[in-house]
Nanobody, 127 residues
Framework: QVQLVESGGGLVQPGGSLRLSCEASGRTFSNYAMGWFRQAPGKERDFVAAIAKGGKVTLYVDSVKGRFTISRDNAKNTVYLQMNSLRPEDTAVYFC????????????????????WGQGTQVTVSS
């Protein structure tokens, strides 16, 4: 089992920045590909970004490319999502997810590709 705890959400004005963190416990963090998803009210949980277990390969949904950056610190068992130039449409509950893998460059983007999920953190972009 892997336990994931997100933090860093909050209220921010359009154009502002936030950094989300997701700390993992329970297993060897460096064996897991990590992802971020988001879910707005009344909508499905959508892929945002993923990072391979070694940290060298990343993947983003088109709507956040150039604004969001996913990174990880395997020594701290933590994955981050730096969010810049935030827009009202980025408002959602953000979830981190983990999937154990033997493949160094695996960056899954489907909800069904991940076995472990955090509880989510709310991000609200509003003036």
């Amino acid at each position: 089992q892997v336990q994931l705890v997100e933090s860093g959400g909050g209220l921010v004005q359009p154009g502002g920045s936030l950094r989300l963190s997701c700390e993992a416990s329970g297993r060897t963090f460096s064996n897991y590909a990590m992802g971020w998803f988001r879910q707005a009210p009344g909508k499905e949980r959508d892929f945002v970004a993923a990072i391979a277990k070694g940290g060298k390969v990343t993947l983003y949904v088109d709507s956040v490319k150039g604004r969001f950056t996913i990174s990880r610190d395997n020594a701290k068992n933590t994955v981050y999502l730096q969010m810049n130039s935030l827009r009202p449409e980025d408002t959602a509950v953000y979830f981190c997810a983990a999937q154990r893998t033997a493949t160094s460059n695996y960056t899954p983007r489907g909800r069904g590709d991940y076995n472990y999920w955090g509880q989510g953190t709310q991000v609200t972009v509003s003036s």
